[in-house]
């Protein structure tokens, strides 16, 4: 990538991308391998402000993997990784946290007895007084996560109650306020809807919406095509380990990010002996034809 320079009069050239669309987060070419075991190969994904990507793939096709490697709990072993522009490789989470790169897992990292104010702070707790007489300045931190919270919509009459009494979308939002709060600029979320029922999953989407609307880069990781075509501006579909599709939401229907998602390509080279099975209906399968998407390119890159 060219990086244009100021002309002699320091104006920017005209063809130079607005700040908003320079790339937060880039993998090229990036990869994981355990041993003889590669779990990644060849992935090109770019996250930008204030826009979506959704990450989709089975089980085992290597999300998780993704995953670590941008959250700095593994490096990646082949390829580039770059945040604004800068190749780097994360040692630990915390290297990603000082890039402003935050990761919301499944299973929340929440202490589930403990009140929704104390978790708002786990291991970043304010406190106040001169060492080595400093407290916990309580007060601060329920007025801080009380508008935090409220900021994203989430009025909690006690934030003295357990965190654990709170529905599963709730929990899932107070930790995106979380992440926000202390400076996140790319958001990943882990399965954020795995688990949860309809109305609780449409909650976490519109907080998803919310987050790309402060100009967050967000990264959504799910299994869910209808989920992510409800917030999600670029599809990337992995599978076994390497990418399959990468479009922009103008290049890719729901039914195509569906049957891509489902594995429509190894049942559309298998529509034929199928076919002459009793008792499956093919007609409904797409041809392989119909299937060969939108090239997985890097996003950006035409």
Known sequence: MTDKTTSA??????????????????????G??????????GVDLTVRPSRVTCVLGDNGAGKSTLIKIISG??????????VDGTPVRFSTPRDALAKGIATVYQDLAVVPLMPVWRN???GSEMTKGPWPLRRLDIARMKKTADEELRNIGIVLDDLEQPIGTLSGGQRQCVA?????????????????????????SGVVLKYIAMARDRGLGVIFITHNPHHAYMVGDHFSVLRLGTMELSADRSEVSLEELTNHMAGGAELATLKHELSQVRGVDTEELPEEDALQAPAATPEGKS
């Open 176 to 200: 995106i306020a979380r992440a926000v709060y202390f400076g996140a600029r790319v958001l990943i979320l882990d399965e954020p809807t795995a688990a949860l029922g309809v109305k609780q």
């Open 73 to 82: 709990l593994h490096q990646h072993t082949e390829g580039e990784f770059l």
């Open 120 to 122: 708002f702070f786990l």
């Open 32 to 41: 994981k391998a355990y041993g003889n075991i590669r779990a990644l190969h």
């Open 9 to 30: 009069h320091g104006a920017a050239p005209k063809d130079t991308p607005p700040e908003r669309d320079r790339p937060l987060v880039e993998l090229r070419g990036a």
